[in-house]
Structures are given as C-alpha cells and as structure tokens.
C-alpha cells in the first residue's frame, strides 16, 4: 500500500497488503507497519464505493481471518496501536502530523477488519481473534481485545479536539461504534451478554464512562466543520511538513462532497464528528436498560448532569456540568434530524435538570417550530421521527406554564413560512401547533391508520385545550372542521354498517369487522375533539370568541351530532353555549331592527363571551395525560438507533439480522 496513491482495483494485488494476510509472522517492530501505515488511499465515501471497496479486498480478509490464527498479524498491528496511543499525546501537543495521520491509518485498517468478521463470524471467535498469541510471547493477563477497548476509549476522550486531531477523533468513534456492532448479527443475544458491551458498561473501558459521556455531547454540541482539505474544499494541509499533495490522505471517509447533495454512505455531512458522536451516545443509552446484572452507566450521567451555568446548580446526582444554553441552540438547530430529536426525547423525560430549563425558556419556539417542521413534513419523514416528535410535544404538554407561554408568544411571519396551508398573520405558537397536530391526525386517519399516532395526538390537545386562548379564527375553524370532516365519515360508516347488517352476508364479514372497528376508533376519536373544546369553552370562554362564533356558524352540524346518544352527554355544554349567544344575536337583530353584518356578529359574540355566566356549564373532568414509556423500550429504541447508524457509515444490509 506503501506511499503511492492506490486504486481499489489494485487493492487486491496490492504486496503490503498480501504480506499481511500471508503466513508470514510480523513482529510489533518490525519496518513493515511503518510503510504500511503510510498509505495515500483515497477512501470510499458513497455506498457503492464502500460495495466495490469491500469487493475488491474480500478474498484478503478471507485469508486473513484463517492466517492470523497462526501469525496474529492482526494482534500485532493492535499491538503498534497501543505502542503509538502512548506517545500519540505528545504527537498531538507538537502537531506531528505524519505520527497523527500513520495512527488514523492503521485505525482504519482495524475498523475495515473488525467489520469483516464481527459480519462473518461470532462475537466469540472475533474476541478470539484479538486474542491470538503472538509467537515470542507468553499468554497475557488480560484480553487484547479488552486492553485495545480500553484503549480506543481513552483516544476517544483524552485526545484534545482540534483540526489536526478532527480525522483521528472521527475513525476512532466509527471504530468503537464497529466493536459495538455484533448487535446487528445476533439478534436473540441481548448486548450485556457481548464482550464489548459488557466491558463498555462495567469492566475496564467503563471507568471513563463520565468522561465519554461528557466529550461526546460536547462534540455533539460544538458542531465542529470538518476541515475544508477534508471536505475537498480549499484549505491549508494537514498533514504539515508533507509534499502537499499528500492531504487527500486525510480524506478519511470524504472525498470532494458538496455539503449540498448528501452522499449516502459516510459523506455528505460537514459536521461528520458530531454526527457520528451522537450517534455512539444515543447507542450506549438505549442498550442494556433492562438487565438485573447492572444499570447502564451511560444512561445514569446523560439523565443527571446539571447546568453549568447556572453555580447554584449543583446537585449531588449529578456527574457532569455542561452549558444548557449552548445544547438548548445546538438541538434547536438540529432537531430536523431523527438524532437530535432522540437526545430531546431522552432529556425531557429523563433529566429533570434539563427538563425544567426547557419548560422555564423565553424562547421555546426555538425548540417547538423545528418539531412542527417535522411533522408538517409527515409524507417525507419516517414514522419514528414523527412518533418521537409527537412524544416530545406530548411531554411537554404536561406542564402548564408551557401550555400558558405557547398562546402568548406571537410569531413573525418568517417564522412560518413553512406552513404552505394558507398565509396568516398574527398567529401565536400554540394556534401554530394546534394547526399541525390537527393536520396530523387527518393524514394519519386517511393515510397511517395508526391508533397510538392520533392518541398521542389528541392527548397533546386535550393537555393543553385548557389554556387555549386567543384562538386565531383560522385555527378555530380547523378544530371545528376537524370534527366535522370526522363526524361526516363516522355516520357513513354507521350507516354503511345497518346496510351491510340488512344485507347480512356472510362473505362480506371481514369488511363488516374492520368497518367496525374504524367506526368505534371514530367515535372514540370524536369524543376526545368534543372534550377538547368543551375544555376549552368551559376554562377560557372570555378569552375564545372565535371558536365560539365558529360554532355558531356550524350549529346545525352540532345540533345533529347533539342529537347522537354516542355525543349527547358531551354537546350539553356547547348546545348551551349555541342557544346563549343566538338569544343575544337575535336581542341585538331586533333592537336594530335588520339583519347583523359579520363584524356585527363578531362583536355581540366578542362581549358575550366576556360576559357569559360560566356556572352554567357542566364542569367536566379535567383533561390530563402522561406520556409512560412502553413496557420494553428496547424492542422500539434498539432497531432505531442502529438504522440511524448505518444511515452514519456504510453496512452491508445483506449480513444484518436485528432488522429482520
């Protein structure tokens, strides 16, 4: 592979490589690593170059996993890893950038190795591999595999960050992220009972658990640019004191990528290091949640760390400070990404902390805006991102003070220019949010069909229908219209159902039960949208003459529905709001002596809400849902996260079974 720049087509015939999976025994310090590690390759970025990469080098790695069985090539190159980690400090401090870029090289060997084999063969026989005897040497102590575990995560969280370190930190995360990836083949074993996995949660590599923690938030949160000579932009070289056309060395999983176009695969990012960071963290805390054996570290330093910022913050749960403000804008400007929106998820409904500085925001439609895009954007996003987001609004609608502030932040109209439907002025966040979770759950009625979406949904509202205020006409009309579109489908269901009974055939019958089923998930879903306004109308009826005028101008469509005994008990309320304002209408219709103009109207129903006796109104109970995790979260969080991961780096989808 030596110092000449090398194609994949010569991979194969490459000699470095040959002497490497060859029978000959090559010792730590040997001269051969040296001109190994000084490869110039331009590495794959899009997926089929990763496909014709992994190609081309398949019958070396075959022979590889036979003949280091024997020479334990494989642990002397880990061994030349573990000499350089020792000096890498100093390399780092004195920006030796030729040492550097050698350590990156030889880290992306081990990764494309590992991968090889963590895809072809058991977690036990991987460990086995690492763990080879080298011909002088006497049988250790402790594992290889443990010690370069150890190791890797030491170079993860003690490395300073920087430009000349950023390549080194990105392959060193992918290669910790690979020592993980056994989950993806052995589907029936859960991760505490696999090697890596238990030593990352309580044996060696575990004692930096905080530190690991606490660095890859903070990559996360820094959303350090790749450096341009990377990203195959213009730039100064990296590798310093090098022929200069030695920089695309440190392409690194990039080639020349405009930040434009994604590339599938590992390009396509300018923020690779944060990317992959978050990645790693969302994957520690989401396995080995549910094991008797041990809690999860990860999962208690992530749900406890305190603000920074704040110095009377400090609690003795916590084990790390970070700035909150300096998340709170990297999530705000991250949450179009399914990552993102996990770590929100994870935050608000675990770490108290973070939580109430959330609920306390002046400026949460920072948070709540890019959730709106997100589900405004259904038909786009998978349907995980939209569950998490719609479980992110959900938890938040638990809290009041979030329910008041949302009616009283008014939004610029860039601010929704996203939101095509029609162009409103003066609309505040919490009509925003009524209108897209609305719009939700019409699609999903019509498209997903999907019962947990449309609760979660309507349980959002309902939270929050008692402190609707100053509802937008505009917002009014989607709620009434909401249950009148639902109301119109719910009776043709019905009375396609008395058709379908008089007919009584027995080869219609499945249609008949699903027909069934879709009307009682109907009516449910209309009781909950009476429930919401009747909320509304009984604890904000001066501050909502909208929706009341809204339901004066549909009253025949409630007087029917008032009529259903599924509705009666439910319509009291608004029938007695309806019959109210009429006799004020008609009062003000008679004194005048000619029909009212729809301003007039708008005026005599803006002082009749002010003035209306609210005693007369049924009080209901009060409308409160808790977002409650499902029985075993895992069965949901693991496939997501991993799916996430392989969006981050390139896997060969034909070895994965946990997707299966």
């Known amino acids: 592979m030596g110092a000449h720049p090398s194609s994949l087509a010569d991979l194969s015939k490459n000699e470095s490589l040959n002497r490497l999976v060859s029978k000959e025994v090559l010792s730590p310090s040997d001269p051969f690593w040296n001109s190994l590690l000084s490869y110039n390759f331009k590495l794959p970025v899009s997926k089929t170059d990763w496909k014709t990469f992994e190609q081309s080098i398949e019958e070396l790695q075959k022979r590889f996993l036979i003949s280091n069985l024997k020479t334990g090539n494989f642990v002397s190159l880990l061994r030349v890893i573990l000499l350089r980690h020792s000096e890498l400090k100093n390399s780092v401090l004195t920006e030796n950038s030729l040492f550097i870029w050698q350590t990156c090289n030889a880290l992306f060997i081990v990764r494309t190795v590992l991968k090889f084999m963590v895809e072809r063969i058991k977690e036990e026989d991987v460990v086995k591999q690492f763990n080879v005897i080298l011909p002088e040497e006497e049988e250790g102590t402790v594992s290889m595999f443990i010690s370069f575990l150890s190791c890797l995560v030491e170079l993860v969280v003690e490395t300073p960050t920087g430009d000349h370190t950023y390549a080194l930190h990105l392959e060193g995360t992918r290669l910790l992220l690979v020592m993980l990836s056994p989950v993806l083949y052995t589907p029936g074993k859960p991760a505490h009972q696999l090697t890596a996995w238990r030593e990352m949660m309580t044996g060696t590599a575990s004692v930096l658990v905080v530190p690991l923690t606490c660095g890859l938030l903070l990559r996360y949160m820094e959303q350090s640019q790749a450096p341009a000579n990377m990203l195959g932009q213009e730039g100064g070289s990296l590798v310093l004191g090098l022929a200069s056309g030695v920089w695309n060395i440190l392409t690194l999983g990039y080639s020349s990528v405009s930040s434009t176009e994604p590339v599938e695969g590992e390009g396509g990012s300018t923020t690779p290091l944060a990317d992959i960071s978050l990645t790693l963290l969302l994957l520690l805390v989401n396995h080995c949640t549910d094991t008797s054996a041990f809690t999860n570290p990860y999962r208690e330093a992530l749900f406890t760390f305190s603000n920074a910022s704040d110095k009377s913050d400090s609690g003795p749960s916590s084990l790390f400070r970070l700035e909150y403000p300096v998340l709170y804008s990297t999530l705000a400007t991250t949450l179009h990404t399914d990552e993102a929106t996990l770590l929100l998820y994870l935050l608000l409904h675990r770490n108290p902390g973070f939580r109430n500085f959330v609920l306390a925001a002046t400026d949460v439609d920072q948070l709540v805006i890019p959730i709106l895009q997100t589900l405004y954007r259904a038909p786009e996003c998978n349907n995980h991102h939209i569950y998490m987001s719609l479980i992110i609004l959900l938890i938040l609608s638990e809290d009041d003070l979030f329910n008041q502030t949302v009616h009283g932040c008014i939004l610029r109209s860039q601010q929704v220019a996203w939101y095509t439907?029609?162009?409103?002025?003066?609309?505040?966040?919490?009509?925003?949010?009524?209108?897209?979770?609305?719009?939700?759950?019409?699609?999903?009625?019509?498209?997903?069909?999907?019962?947990?979406?449309?609760?979660?949904?309507?349980?959002?509202?309902?939270?929050?229908?008692?402190?609707?205020?100053?509802?937008?006409?505009?917002?009014?009309?989607?709620?009434?219209?909401?249950?009148?579109?639902?109301?119109?489908?719910?009776?043709?269901?019905?009375?396609?159902?008395?058709?379908?009974?008089?007919?009584?055939?027995?080869?219609?019958?499945?249609?008949?039960?699903?027909?069934?089923?879709?009307?009682?998930?109907?009516?449910?879903?209309?009781?909950?949208?009476?429930?919401?306004?009747?909320?509304?109308?009984?604890?904000?009826?001066?501050?909502?003459?909208?929706?009341?005028?809204?339901?004066?101008?549909?009253?025949?469509?409630?007087?029917?529905?008032?009529?259903?005994?599924?509705?009666?008990?439910l319509m009291a309320n608004i029938l007695v709001v309806m019959v109210h304002m009429s006799s004020r209408l008609e009062q003000v219709q008679e004194r005048k002596g000619r029909g009212l103009t729809v301003s007039e109207v708008q005026e005599v129903v803006r002082l009749g809400a002010t003035q209306f006796p609210r005693d007369r109104l049924n009080k209901l109970p009060d409308l409160k849902f808790k977002y409650v995790e499902e029985e075993q979260p895992e069965d949901f969080f693991i496939p997501y996260v991993w799916t996430l991961a392989t969006q981050r780096m390139y896997w060969n989808p034909l070895h994965i079974k946990i997707f299966s």
């Not at 009524?434 to 019509?446: A, C, D, K």
């Not at 639902?486 to 027909?515: I, M, N, P, Y």
């Open 421 to 569: 439907e029609r162009a409103i002025t003066e609309l505040s966040l919490g009509g925003l949010l009524i209108l897209v979770v609305i719009r939700t759950i019409q699609y999903n009625m019509l498209k997903m069909r999907d019962k947990y979406l449309h609760t979660n949904c309507l349980a959002a509202l309902a939270n929050m229908s008692s402190q609707f205020r100053g509802l937008h006409p505009y917002v009014a009309q989607r709620i009434v219209s909401l249950f009148e579109t639902l109301a119109r489908k719910h009776s043709r269901l019905v009375d396609g159902l008395q058709g379908a009974e008089d007919e009584s055939q027995e080869d219609g019958f499945d249609e008949v039960s699903e027909a069934v089923q879709d009307a009682a998930v109907l009516e449910e879903v209309l009781r909950m949208v009476l429930e919401i306004v009747n909320s509304c109308l009984v604890h904000q009826t001066q501050h909502n003459p909208n929706l009341i005028y809204t339901i004066l101008y549909k009253r025949e469509m409630f007087e029917v529905s008032g009529r259903n005994p599924a509705f009666q008990d």
